[in-house]
């Protein structure tokens, strides 16, 4: 049972617009930066998002992320099929004193 | 480029111990809070612990699974994060990964496997 709750799935077209919601409290999205990770099968998690919609150099300007109270969002334009994968939220929760995670959202490419 | 290579996991018996180490490179080690997170395919991602720099004062946390069982700990002067854990038992089986400044750098990870 994880502390974020994400979709277990996503899916589109290509060229679609998707979104992937994660769900918090005020001990941790509210108060603290969120995360956003891609995983490829058989790979590390890799950042994607950080800082609630900042991305780091080398992710795609097609990944964007937003945050409103105790919820935020990776939204994911122009899919590609090189976007399937699992994607990931993550926040630090100042009462479990630690990050936790959301349970993960597998995107597929119709 | 940062660069995080674990090492260590292995096939351990219920009870057992195990230290995995992680060898960093590409920034400065001893300015950056270090962390653990395993994953497992029941459980999925979760965070294991954090060492804090030693400038701001070198703090440990540790989730409650593994708090009394896990210690953390770090050579700076070796670039090397380490996660020594005893009393394992069959669910800490996961993929360990070293993680850098507020898990924004990832290891590849290592395979700990905990046997009954």
């Known amino acids: 049972q994880s502390v974020l709750s994400q979709p277990p799935s996503v899916s589109g077209t290509p060229g679609q617009r998707v979104t992937i919601s994660c769900s918090g409290s005020?001990?941790?999205?509210?108060?603290?930066?969120v995360n956003w990770y891609q995983q490829l099968p058989g790979t590390a998690p890799k950042l994607l998002i950080y800082?609630?919609?900042l991305r780091p150099s080398g992710a795609p300007d097609r990944f964007s992320g937003s945050k409103s109270g105790t919820s935020a969002s990776l939204a994911i334009s122009g899919l590609q099929s090189d976007d399937e994968a699992d994607y990931y939220c993550?926040?630090?929760?100042?009462?479990?004193?630690?990050?936790?995670f959301g349970a993960g959202t597998k995107v597929t490419v119709l | 480029e940062v660069q995080l290579v674990e090492s260590g996991g292995n096939l351990v018996r219920w009870g057992g111990s195990l230290r995995l180490s992680c060898a960093a490179s590409?920034?400065?080690?001893?300015?950056?809070?270090m962390s653990w997170v395993r994953q497992t395919p029941g459980k999925g991602l979760e965070w294991v612990g954090r060492?804090?720099?030693?400038?701001?004062?070198?703090?440990?946390d540790y989730a409650a699974p593994v708090k009394g069982r896990f210690t953390i700990s770090r050579d700076d002067s070796k670039e090397t994060l380490f996660l020594h854990m005893t009393g394992l038992k069959v669910e800490d089986t996961a993929v360990y990964y070293c993680?850098?400044?507020?898990?924004?750098?990832w290891g590849q990870g290592t395979l700990v496997t905990v046997s009954s």
């Open positions: 993550a926040s630090w929760d100042d009462s479990l004193i630690g990050y936790v």
């Open positions: 590409g920034f400065t080690f001893s300015n950056a809070w």
């Open positions: 993680t850098a400044k507020d898990i924004g750098y």
């Open positions: 005020s001990s941790n999205i509210a108060g603290n930066t």
């Open positions: 060492i804090k720099s030693k400038m701001d004062g070198g703090t440990i």
């Open positions: 800082s609630d919609n």
